[in-house]
């Protein structure tokens, strides 16, 4: 990957979920109904309506949108270009709409195959109407989220109670979400430890300062760590804002690491930041709370440290916090490199970083000296034009190969903006 511009992926929306009532839920649908009736009207072609059977008194949280959304791009992924399309929400959720020059049988075959094919398709509700605003019927009966018998004969009978079916629900929600997230984790790993050029890091021409580690080292770590990074999530909604359980999964992230690359540390900094952000997000994908907030507030509960390690031992010599006091403040600097990926692409997101960032890194291996020297070089690789500083780059890749200088701790804030940008943070 080189550093060209780049165009951020779409955001999650985080809002407090709210309960509704019988006679609320029964307005949503009249509003529906007629926005379905006024598309009709307008085009006169079959009309695909996309909604979520969320069982509850609580239709709609950032979760839910998450998975209409993605419901959504795969109906539009697998239809000719609809003539019109609106998407709302209300009261009991999000609803898409879409006017389609195509067949009502068939629209309805689709449908059912995206409600089929999707992991969490069973929650997805996919409506055709025919260009006289006729409901097709399916051609086959959906099954009970908690039984797998007929949906029908179980919802008529009330043969499980409102909270089995919402923890069914659930289930399969965070089903579909926690690999999706631990995946996003993982490719953030791949895309930092390929990029190139990297002053004094690996990358795809050569190790940097680094005579331990090369890149399919890290490959080999960031993809033993995906499981942990599922558990992360998982446990960030099962046992939400509590940093006890997040650590004992660090942990055995860090076991696993060390065995994939034969004891070396490749990703103790991205394990940290990382599990913070994946249990914040799961939590919040289900309340709505801020997520940097939140994982600063599980970073607030951290006891002791590493003692030993280098991190330990530059804090206790320069007074400066690394990936904890970063994590402490809600990660400004990995939001900050995050938002230069949308506007210049990754080589300038981590010339920033280098510019501004008290790299724990630098100054284990390289005292204050070796810190500015790394900020005086990108600083002046910035000033240059964006197709000058690959060029820059190299040179300041000899510079600190030469000075055995290595921005581990810029490397896994860069990192963490990948997974940002990837998860939609």
């Known amino acids: 990957m080189t550093g060209g511009e780049r165009r951020g992926g779409r955001r999650i929306e985080f ?16 509003r529906r109904q007629a926005a379905q009736r006024a598309l009709l009207a307008r085009w006169g072609t079959p009309l695909i309506s996309l909604c979520m059977n969320v069982p509850g008194p609580i239709k709609d949280t ?10 959504l791009d795969e109906l539009e992924a697998r239809l000719p270009p609809p003539l019109a399309i609106e998407v709302r929400r209300d009261a009991i959720g999000p609803e898409a709409l879409l006017a389609c020059r195509m067949e009502a049988p068939a629209l309805k075959a689709l449908g059912e195959a995206v409600e089929e094919e999707t992991p969490m398709g069973r929650l997805l509700d996919v409506d055709v109407l025919d260009g006289e605003g006729r ?5 086959v009966p959906r ?38 997230f631990a995946e996003a984790a993982e490719a953030a790993l791949l895309e930092e430890a390929r990029l190139t050029p990297k002053p004094g890091l690996v990358d795809r021409s050569n190790n940097g300062a680094h005579r331990d580690m090369d ?49 070396v540390n490749a990703h103790r900094g991205a394990i940290f930041a990382l599990g913070l952000l994946l249990g914040a997000l799961g939590a919040s994908l289900l309340d709505g709370q801020d997520v940097l907030q939140r994982a600063a507030a599980l970073a607030r509960q951290r006891r002791g440290g590493c003692e030993g390690s280098h991190g330990a031992s530059v804090r206790a010599r320069y007074g400066a916090g690394g990936a904890v006091e970063e994590a402490l403040a809600g990660f400004p600097m990995a939001c900050r490199a995050r938002a ?64 055995n200088l290595s921005p581990g701790g810029s490397a896994d804030l860069l990192a963490l903006a990948f997974f940002m940008e990837r998860a939609g943070l």
């Open 15 to 30: 809002f407090a979920p709210r309960a509704v009532g019988l006679e609320e839920v029964l307005e949503a649908r009249e």
């Open 62 to 71: 950032p979760l839910i949108e998450l998975a209409f959304r993605h419901g």
């Open 135 to 139: 409901k097709l019927s399916r051609a």
């Open 143 to 180: 099954t009970c989220i908690v039984c797998g018998g007929p949906a029908f004969d179980c919802a008529r009978s009330r043969g499980h109670g409102l909270a089995a079916v919402e923890a069914a629900a659930r289930t399969l929600l965070v089903g579909w979400a926690a690999p999706r």
């Open 215 to 263: 890149l399919p080292m890290l490959e080999r770590s960031a993809r033993a760590l995906r499981p942990y990074f599922e558990r992360f999530f998982r446990t960030g909604i099962e046992e939400p804002d509590q940093f006890l359980p997040l650590k004992e999964i660090g942990v055995e992230a860090e076991t696993a690491m060390m065995e994939a690359t034969g004891g």
């Open 340 to 403: 230069a990926l949308e506007a210049k692409g990754p080589l300038t997101a981590l010339l920033g970083l280098l510019a501004r960032c008290t790299d724990t890194n630098l100054l284990y291996r390289g005292g204050r000296k070796g810190l500015l020297l790394v900020r005086s070089m990108a600083r002046a690789a910035l000033w240059l034009p964006q197709g000058m500083r690959p060029w820059a780059m190299r040179g300041m890749d000899r510079v600190m190969i030469r000075r």
